[in-house]
């Protein structure tokens, strides 16, 4: 039954327009399908419902997720977004908290960036550094296959806070806002036709909480 369901929702969603959008830009996101997601309580589905989910069975999460797949659904900025929100409510500060309910209301995107130039996905290589500087730190570097960063709010990024001790231990991640000066973001397109990005941080700053 909810298979079906989800069928009749991308048959009516997923339109010429909106398809031929998709394809042209490279870009896996759309507001309005995300808030149509969440209307129906698809985006966080499976999430506890004392956290805004609709604590779904795991099953029909598959379901959901098969079904959103199988069409193509613009959904990777709501995957990355909601990785960091779970990591930000398992390990986060109350501060850090805060942002949750921005990510589940449609509000907020986060994408991830820990890859490198020279590093590829070797994480204990990165060199991005950060540098403390009173209540913020400094940072200087950059990120490569940094998908939808032209479009995020904050980047969950990889940093290297401590080159004195072994590579895989002076790694601090922060989740840095991309609307401020010293972010550059730069279009990379792949075979597929998927744009993801490579992103600058030249002085960038973020706060210590």
Not at 54 to 73: F, I, K, M, N, T
Not at 103 to 131: C, H, K, M, Y
Not at 143 to 162: E, G, P, Q, S
Request: proline share 4%; net charge negative.
């Amino acid at each position: 039954a909810l298979r079906a369901e989800v069928r009749e929702f991308l048959a009516e969603q997923m339109t010429e327009e909106l398809e031929e959008r998709l394809y042209r830009t490279g870009v896996s996101y759309d507001a309005d399908f995300t808030q149509a997601l969440i209307e129906r309580g698809w985006f966080a589905a499976g999430w506890p419902t004392e956290v805004g989910g609709q604590g779904r069975d795991p099953l029909e999460v598959l379901v959901l997720g098969e079904e959103l797949q199988a069409a193509d659904a613009p959904t990777y900025a709501n995957g990355t977004s909601t990785a960091v929100a779970r990591v930000l409510l398992k390990v986060g500060t109350p501060e850090q908290r805060e942002i949750v309910p921005k990510v589940l209301r449609g509000e907020e995107i986060i994408v991830l960036g820990f890859s490198e130039p020279e590093a590829g996905s070797d994480v204990a290589n990165a060199q991005t550094r950060a540098v403390r500087d009173g209540d913020e730190w400094v940072i200087n570097g950059s990120k490569m296959f940094t998908t939808n960063a032209h479009i995020a709010d904050h980047v969950f990024l990889l940093t290297r806070t401590n080159p004195d001790v072994a590579k895989h231990k002076g790694l601090t991640t922060f989740l840095v806002p991309m609307d401020q000066p010293g972010v550059e973001v730069q279009a990379v397109y792949t075979l597929s036709g998927e744009r993801t990005n490579i992103t600058y941080y030249n002085d960038a700053r973020v706060s210590d909480a």
